[in-house]
């Protein structure tokens, strides 16, 4: 159970509800039904929807870091196409 509730706010952390709101949301929703199963008595079952939150929260974690890295590379290569527009405009005669 701690692990899926660390791995819920390792995503969260990691902008989670901008980039992966949906798997974000499962996974909160499982580790919320693997709480009230363990609250129940249902171990096996708390076990089984903990296990499914944690992965859901890894994968909206991963999810969220690509979608940074993705839009730090959209803006080094409008960067990089900037500098060459003005390298061609220094050179132009």
């Not at 580790?31 to 129940?40: H, P, R, S, V, Y």
């Not at 929260?57 to 959209?74: I, K, Q, W």
Request: hydrophobic fraction near 45%; proline fraction near 1%.
């Amino acid at each position: 159970m701690n692990t899926a509730q660390q791995a819920v706010s390792r995503a969260a952390d990691a902008d989670a509800d901008q980039y992966a709101a949906d798997e974000l949301g499962r996974a909160r929703s499982l580790l919320a039904q693997a709480q009230a199963a363990m609250a129940a008595g249902r171990e096996s079952d708390a076990r089984d929807l903990a296990t499914r939150s944690a992965a859901l929260a890894g994968l909206a974690s991963a999810r969220s870091r690509e979608a940074a890295t993705e839009a730090e590379l959209g803006q080094r290569r409008a960067e990089i196409a900037d500098l060459r527009q003005r390298l061609r405009m220094e050179d132009a005669p």
